[in-house]
Every structure is written in structure tokens, then in C-alpha cells.
């Protein structure tokens, strides 16, 4: 180390003081031999740091992760999809056989494909063809007359191993049917707000339609029967349900099955309410319509499926549990994190949001293992926004923030699967848009899917963790969650580590890869917005490269950055990314 110092020109006599630059250089050379004796003698105390007035800490932050032993193992299909039987009411259940719609679900594969919400328990089935022809139906439909079905087949492309129906659709009818669903969407908000639905007619062809596309997309689809038909006694009324059981068993449809949605918004929203006790009696009668059917008599049943669990509902649930704790597969709820008619674009960086769902958790996990303990546990219909979300936020990149913590918490805490309201649907919640262009959310649950393996690791931290005070939760601003690799990502020999970072810090921060992940290979997935519109934008890229679909509407490749073995990870600030740390061998990693 040198010390430089300008002397002046004329030096000084020897009787006056010394130049004012060796003041420093005594007090360095000082410090050199307090350090020297504090060796000597044992002393490792850190000396005290005078900062400057206004200079904030930079604090180098170690992290290790415990690799013997999973501390919870997932679902396969942890991360799932939704689509809301509104579908039907706006025309999109339609086009689901669009060649890019199944190409941007099969990347989420293997998963769940739930077909359920506000409007499930509106919902009627009738075995007919094709009704809407006959008496005209909804909306500008008669661009649908001059064909057979809603394919049209001189575009029609049949995938050889499973013989899925594929479609491109002229855009004529893409546009007419997007002029179809903005009218509708407002009919659909108005419905929404003023707790008032019509029902809607599920005919043998839509549930054809709706099959096709889980089917060739590789979703295993989960069907939400109609629980508000009662009879007078209150019972459920389930002679709509057997017709649709019925004939989804002579398709040989492989299908699993729920039993209405939100039962603790039926007074408000029918005038007439279910309590647990009762719905636990219509579980019970839906798993003897199941049983005499062959193809499912072991079809998986889930549910009850309530709303966020405040006093009233947890109170359904007890008693839904007492009841018909041990018919269900899985037990489920819903959770919305902000209404959306007055969210802001900085809502989504609050930690204190980001925590609202832990609580949730616990009280969910407290009433399922008085009664059945054990018994998977599963978040169904999760929502950034309520109200249908809200352009330019919910459907931005700044929402990715809540989504992706909600992926970590939990699989943390132990929940099995976490469904996404919704993959493609009215509203600005989706997944992809009404341009078969995925959003934002859509990259980041791809990343997720191709990254994370279902086994969670512990997670060490030094450097980050603040001391506790009493009666207050500590949100900090740097989440860390660490996963096995997927075993399915042939590019990473098993035993590799995922981690996923959030920052939401407006500085960046540095993590320092500590025990088992020393000197490790990593490479790292950025994501990060596109454009001048920042968290705001609806488009991403990916270690500086925008995220698009390839021209033939397949999707691009996902390329890292390898950064060098031992290099220090420098998080940008309010960004998201997955690092994977190469060859750590790690016990836990190496078998299923």
C-alpha cells in the first residue's frame, strides 16, 4: 500500500511541524501494530467503524444451504393452472385449441388444469351438440356458421402421438372474438361487483374442447362441479352432476373432481347458505356417484375449497373436516392479496403484503391436522389482484414479485400444489393475453417450471438476519429459497441447487456462495423488465435478452449466464432471477 502526499516547495526549517500528510501515515502504521498485538494475545473483536454521516453499509452476504436432507418434498405438479368457467360466457373456451395456447400450457407441464370459479356453482351441463347454432347464442357469433366446429380444417394439424385437435385460426376470427370478449368483460365486472351470475350452459362439445386442450397440453384436469342446485331440504341436488359424470366416463376422460367453489359467499351470493357439516354430507354423496363408475371409482376428490380464512370460514372448514375430512384427496382454499380497483404499482414491493399469506397458512394447517393429520393441503385460485386485476399492474412484470414469493412460501411451509387463477381468461390476471402473448408471469412460472425440482432445501444466511423484537415479524426486503434442481432439466446432472433471489431492495446486493456451494460453477437466469415502462412493462428479458415467442409459435430457448466458479452473486436492485450452482453433489439432489 503506498501513501502519496505533496510536499511544498520550499521545506520547512527543523523546528517547525511536520508536513500534515504524515499524520495519516503515523496513525496507519498505529493501527498496524494494535493489530499485530491484538493477534498475539486472542483478540478477535471486530474495531469499531466511524461511517460517515449519510454513508450506508455494504454488507457482504454469506449463504449456504443444507444438502443431505430436503426439509419438504412437493407436489410434481406444485405449480398449476386455472381457468375460469367465464370461458364459456366470452367465447374463449372456443379457441382453445389455438396451436400457440397449447404450446405455452405444454411448457408448463407436467400440472394441474383446474376448471373452476366464481361462476363453477352457475354452471349447467346439457348433452347436446352444438346449441349455439340453433338459436343464434351471444355476441357475434355467426362468423362460427361457416364452420363445422370452431377448427378450421384446412389449418387443422393433428399431433401424431396423442391425435390432439390443433388449430390456427384466421385472424378475422381472432379479431371478431376479441371485440366478442372486451363487450363481455364488462358484463362479466358487472356480474362480479353486483354478486349477481347467470348461468351458464357447459354443452358435451365445450367439455370435448376443454379435454382436448388439457389433454394434448399434458394438464391433468380437475373438474368443479355445481354444488348450489338443492334440493329443499338443502341437500345437494346431483342430477346434473351424474349426467356430466356419465358422459365424461363414455369419453373415458381421466378426470378428478371438486364440488363447488367458495361455499362461504353462497348467502350473499344465492341467498342460501351451506354450512360445513352439510358440505362435508355432499362430499360424502358425491364420492358414492364416483365409486360405481369404473374409470372413477379412485378418481381423486378435493376441496372444500373456501375463501380467506377469517372466523366464519374457518368455522366451514371445521366443521367440513368433522365430516368429510378423510373423502377428500387434498384440502383446499383460495387467497387474493389486494383489491384491484385500488392497487398501485408499489403495493407489490411491500414485504408486509408479501407476508399476509403465511398467517393464512398456519390457520389452514392448524383446523386439517385436528382432524386428519398429514393431509396435503393445497392453494387453489390464488390471485394477485381481486376485481379481475388491473391493467398495467397485476398483468406487469412488478407482479412477478408476489407471485414468485408465493411459489416459495409455500413449498416452505409445506403446502402441496399452488394453482394460478388463471392461465388465459378475461381480466388481467392471466397468464397470456388475449394475443396469445405471455405475460410477464408467464416467464417467470416458466423459469420456475424448468428449474425447480419439487424438494426444498434449508437455506443459511449470515449477514442478513436482524434480531428479533417481540410481537414484531421481520419482512425483510432479500428472499432467498432454495430447491433441487429438476431432475427432468437434462442440462444439470443431479445434485445441482436452485436458488431463486428477490430483491426488492433499491441498491444491489452481494451473496457470497459459502460451504457446500463453494467455488461452484452457477449459472445464473436474470429476469428483468423490457422497455421504458419498467415494473410496469408487459414484456421481460432474460440476462439482458428479450423474452419472445419464435416466429413458428414455438417457444424460445432459456439460455444462462455461466458466471465463474467462486465469483461473488451481485443482485441487482427489484429483480427477480434463478441461479443454478452446478455439480455441488448434494445428498438430498441425487435420488427422487
Not at 378423510?326 to 411491500?350: E, N, P
Not at 386439517?368 to 396435503?376: A, E, F, L, Q, S
Not at 397468464?431 to 410477464?440: A, C, K, R, S
Request: proline share 6%; aromatic share 8%; charged share 20%.
Amino acid at each position: 500500500m503506498g501513501v502519496l502526499c505533496a510536499f511544498p516547495e520550499a521545506m520547512p526549517s527543523s523546528n517547525s511541524r511536520p508536513p500534515a500528510c504524515l499524520a495519516p501515515v503515523a496513525f496507519f502504521l498505529a493501527l498496524l501494530v494494535h493489530l499485530s498485538l491484538s493477534s498475539q494475545v486472542g483478540d478477535r473483536r471486530p474495531l469499531p467503524v466511524d461511517r460517515a454521516p449519510g454513508l450506508k453499509e455494504k454488507t457482504l452476504i454469506l449463504l449456504d444451504v443444507s444438502t443431505k436432507n430436503p426439509v419438504r418434498t412437493v407436489n410434481e405438479n406444485f405449480l398449476s393452472l386455472q381457468l375460469d368457467p367465464s370461458i364459456i360466457h366470452d367465447g374463449w373456451l372456443d379457441f382453445l385449441s389455438s396451436k400457440r395456447l397449447v404450446t405455452l400450457a405444454r411448457g408448463l407441464s407436467p400440472a394441474f388444469l383446474r376448471f373452476g370459479g366464481k361462476r363453477t356453482d352457475f354452471l349447467q351441463f346439457q348433452n347436446l351438440r352444438n346449441p349455439a347454432k340453433s338459436r343464434g347464442g351471444p355476441g357475434p357469433d355467426y362468423y362460427l356458421k361457416n364452420y363445422e366446429d370452431d377448427i378450421v380444417r384446412s389449418d387443422v394439424a393433428l399431433d401424431k402421438q396423442k391425435g390432439c385437435k390443433i388449430a390456427q385460426h384466421p385472424d378475422v376470427m381472432l379479431e371478431l372474438q376479441r371485440e366478442k370478449a372486451a363487450q363481455m368483460h364488462l358484463v362479466l365486472l358487472k356480474e362480479q361487483f353486483s354478486n349477481t351470475y347467470s348461468n351458464l350452459i357447459l354443452t358435451a362439445r365445450s367439455l370435448d374442447k376443454l379435454y382436448n386442450f388439457a389433454d394434448c397440453s399434458g394438464l391433468h384436469l380437475i373438474f368443479a362441479l355445481n354444488a348450489l342446485r338443492r334440493n329443499p331440504n338443502n341437500s345437494w341436488n346431483s342430477s346434473s352432476a351424474l349426467s356430466l359424470l356419465k358422459y365424461s366416463a363414455s369419453k373415458k376422460y381421466n378426470i378428478s373432481w371438486e364440488l363447488g367453489n367458495e361455499p362461504n359467499n353462497y348467502r350473499t351470493m344465492h341467498g342460501r347458505a351451506v354450512n360445513g357439516s352439510q358440505l362435508g354430507k355432499d362430499y360424502i354423496q358425491l364420492k358414492s356417484l364416483l365409486q360405481p363408475i369404473r374409470i372413477y371409482s379412485r378418481a381423486s376428490l378435493y376441496g372444500p375449497n373456501i375463501g380467506r380464512p377469517r372466523k366464519n370460514v374457518i368455522a366451514l372448514l371445521d366443521g367440513f373436516m368433522k365430516v368429510a375430512g378423510s373423502t377428500v384427496d387434498a384440502v383446499t382454499w383460495q387467497h387474493c392479496y389486494i383489491d384491484g380497483r385500488v392497487v398501485k404499482v408499489m403495493d407489490f414491493l411491500k414485504t408486509r403484503l408479501l407476508d399476509t399469506l403465511s398467517d393464512q397458512i398456519r390457520k389452514i394447517q392448524k383446523v386439517v391436522n385436528t382432524y386428519t393429520p398429514g393431509k396435503k393441503i393445497w392453494l387453489e385460485g390464488v390471485v394477485t389482484t381481486s376485481a379481475g386485476g388491473t391493467n398495467n399492474l397485476s398483468d406487469s412484470y412488478a407482479a412477478g414479485f408476489l407471485w414468485l414469493n408465493t411459489l416459495g412460501m409455500l413449498a416452505n411451509q409445506g403446502i402441496d400444489v399452488v394453482i394460478r387463477h388463471s392461465f388465459f381468461d378475461h381480466g388481467y390476471n392471466h397468464l397470456v393475453d388475449q394475443n396469445f402473448n405471455p405475460l410477464p408471469d408467464y416467464w417467470l412460472s416458466l423459469l420456475y417450471k424448468r428449474l425447480i425440482g419439487p424438494k426444498v432445501l434449508a437455506v443459511h444466511v449470515a449477514g442478513l438476519q436482524r434480531k428479533p423484537r417481540p410481537g414484531r415479524v421481520i419482512r425483510d426486503k432479500l428472499r432467498i429459497y432454495a430447491h433441487c434442481t429438476n431432475h427432468h432439466n437434462h442440462n444439470y446432472v443431479r445434485g445441482s441447487i436452485t436458488l431463486f433471489i428477490i430483491n426488492l431492495h433499491r441498491s444491489r446486493k452481494k451473496i457470497k456462495l459459502a460451504g457446500t456451494l463453494r467455488d461452484k460453477l452457477v449459472h445464473q437466469y436474470l429476469l428483468q423488465p423490457y422497455g421504458q415502462e419498467g415494473l410496469k412493462s408487459k414484456s421481460v428479458q432474460l440476462n439482458g435478452q428479450p423474452l419472445v415467442m419464435v416466429d413458428d409459435g414455438t417457444l424460445p430457448e432459456l439460455k444462462p449466464r455461466p458466471l465463474r466458479a467462486g465469483r461473488t452473486l451481485v443482485i441487482p436492485p427489484v429483480t427477480m432471477g434463478f441461479y443454478v450452482v452446478k455439480n455441488v453433489n448434494a445428498l438430498a439432489c441425487r435420488y427422487r
